[in-house]
């Protein structure tokens, strides 16, 4: 992510349909947003939040938008964590280390 600024992935279903979700970061947000449009999920989030997030001990972004029709929409964001224990053919390479790694060996 802060290489590019931006993450994204997705599932592929059985009938071969995807579902997309990306998270952005955007110098020009003042919030976080989230939006849906053709089957992807993106959530942009200032670019100094972004920063912080990411070079920090910090885990999740909460943040709440309200949308059309007044409700609100909850969005939590959580870093990556590799598992504690080998998981067969998990590629873990772009994962957070599990902040509990150190507390195994002692």
Sequence with gaps: MLDSGV?????????GREFHYTLASN???VN?????????IRVQLPT???????????????????????????I????????LAPRTNEDEADMYPHPDVDSRST
């Design 7 to 15: 993450v994204t992935s997705k599932t592929t279903f059985p009938s």
């Design 27 to 29: 110098p020009a947000s």
């Design 32 to 40: 976080i947003t989230a939006s849906y449009f053709d089957n992807e």
């Design 48 to 74: 100094e939040m972004t920063l912080a997030w990411t070079k920090t001990e910090q885990i999740a972004i909460k943040s709440e938008q309200v949308i059309d029709d007044g409700e609100r929409l909850s």
């Design 76 to 83: 939590l964001i959580e870093k990556d964590f590799a598992c």
